[in-house]
């Protein structure tokens, strides 16, 4: 479904004039790490979710939501302002864009070292500059909770 | 989404993330991608698949023992059912009163939430959750604030301090949310896009949203002309109307 060539002719357009008006970063960063055993891992999901009750996400918004692992399931909501992807799947089973529970089942298999108690969402709409000095600060935190494996997840 | 990775591991924090369009992840080339063939808004394939959730997530997990990058890699299986035929869909509400002139329409999309209730009702116990609920109205109340447009009386905001916009645009999506939630526990098991033809088609909700659209779009207040624009009606739903609407200008 994602597959451009397999989208008309007017969508696959609109995917491939967004990647023209990419900026450019340069050369990509590659930080090494332990086996994954020992890694602790989060989510950073750009889809827009928050808990219920915190701030929504807004046209424009280029910050992040704090989602905690305890949130239960019943209490997130998905705020993103585009209505060009489906939501029936996150309605039906978080799981398929914020992929905790999975997640937690390999904490509980050893196959990584540790789920953190910290999980974070942006809203992928927003103009992507905007995100860096919001992900700036988010990746100091994450250092603070020993985060050396960060799962992102857009929509 | 692969801006974050640049962002994140230029402060020291590896990352992997999943790309959905595989041609804009391989412009940025973040460190570590997966690329998968799923549908946008389903990054981990399908709902209620937690072996198939499980594969995606161990194959990204996996790029973080790659020892060099970027890596752009691509996941091999399809989803498990997601994009199911979308002929035979009956849906057991009729919406016979939705093809109504204007005037009408606010009353029955009002029918239509009402008609839905008993089936948003069962999904919402059968899933013990519910994603409606970001406008801080009951759906009701969210629908008569949208239909309030249509009325030539708009509604201020419920909430003090939003802008007419973002308050029109969020009982819009509770309005659009409930409908879906309501169809999935229908019987049939909808695929996605027959859920997505249903709404935008057959129920008064979405004619309401369309006429929304048009005085968004002629409306002097910013807050409103995004609406109008994008965050609305799908691009797909535009289209298709565009394309319609050529047809019939052909002699």
């Given at each position: 479904m994602a597959r451009l060539t397999d989208l008309p002719e007017w969508e696959r357009q609109h995917h491939l004039d967004k990647i023209r008006d990419l900026p450019d970063f340069g050369r990509t960063p590659f930080v090494s790490g332990p086996p994954l055993s020992r890694r602790r891992v989060a989510i950073v999901t750009t889809s827009g979710l928050h808990v219920h009750g915190d701030r929504p996400f807004e046209m424009g918004s280029a910050d992040y939501r704090v989602i905690p692992g305890d949130a239960p399931a019943g209490r997130l909501r998905m705020s993103h302002i585009s209505v060009n992807f489906d939501r029936s799947g996150f309605q039906e089973d978080i799981n398929v864009v914020f992929p905790l529970d999975r997640l937690r089942e390999l904490e509980a298999n050893g196959a990584v070292g540790s789920v953190s108690?910290?999980?974070?969402?942006?809203?992928?709409?927003?103009?992507?500059?905007n995100l860096e000095p919001?992900?700036?600060?988010?990746?100091?935190?994450?250092?603070?909770?020993?985060?050396?494996?960060?799962?992102?997840?857009?929509v | 989404?692969?801006?974050?990775?640049?962002?994140?591991?230029?402060?020291?924090?590896?990352?992997?993330?999943?790309?959905?369009?595989?041609?804009?992840?391989?412009?940025?080339?973040?460190?570590?991608?997966?690329?998968?063939?799923?549908?946008?808004?389903?990054?981990?394939?399908?709902?209620?698949?937690p072996d198939f959730q499980r594969r995606v997530l161990r194959a990204l997990l996996s790029l973080f023992e790659r020892v060099s990058g970027p890596v752009l890699e691509d996941f091999p299986e399809d989803a498990p059912a997601a994009d199911a035929p979308v002929g035979g869909f009956a849906c057991p509400v009729s919406f016979a009163a939705?093809?109504?002139?204007?005037?009408?329409?606010?009353?029955?999309?009002?029918?239509?939430?009402?008609?839905?209730?008993?089936?948003?009702?069962?999904?919402?116990?059968?899933?013990?959750?519910?994603t409606v609920g970001i406008s801080g109205m009951k759906v009701e109340d969210a629908a008569s604030h949208a239909a309030s447009y249509l009325d030539g009386a708009p509604r201020p905001p419920a909430i003090p301090g939003l802008s007419a916009g973002v308050a029109l645009k969020r009982a819009c999506d509770d309005v659009k949310a409930f409908h879906y939630e309501a169809a999935a526990a229908q019987p049939g098991n909808l695929s996605p896009k027959a859920i997505d033809n249903w709404f935008w088609r057959?129920?008064?909700?979405?004619?309401v949203f369309l006429a929304i659209q048009q005085i968004c779009l002629k409306s002097s207040d910013e807050s409103l002309q995004p609406l109008g624009?994008?965050?609305?009606?799908?691009?797909?739903v535009s289209h298709g109307l565009a394309e319609a609407r050529q047809e019939q200008r052909k002699p």
């Open positions: 108690a910290f999980h974070y969402s942006f809203m992928g709409a927003a103009p992507i500059r919001k992900a700036r600060e988010l990746a100091a935190l994450l250092k603070k909770d020993r985060v050396d494996a960060v799962l992102l997840t857009p | 989404m692969g801006a974050l990775g640049h962002y994140l591991e230029r402060e020291g924090v590896p990352t992997a993330q999943i790309s959905l369009i595989r041609e804009q992840t391989a412009a940025i080339r973040p460190p570590r991608a997966l690329w998968v063939p799923f549908m946008l808004g389903r990054p981990f394939g399908a709902p209620n698949e939705a093809s109504v002139k204007q005037g009408d329409l606010v009353e029955a999309m009002r029918r239509e939430i009402a008609q839905l209730a008993p089936w948003y009702d069962l999904a919402v116990r059968r899933r013990g959750r519910t057959e129920t008064a909700a979405a004619k624009k994008l965050s609305l009606v799908p691009r797909a």
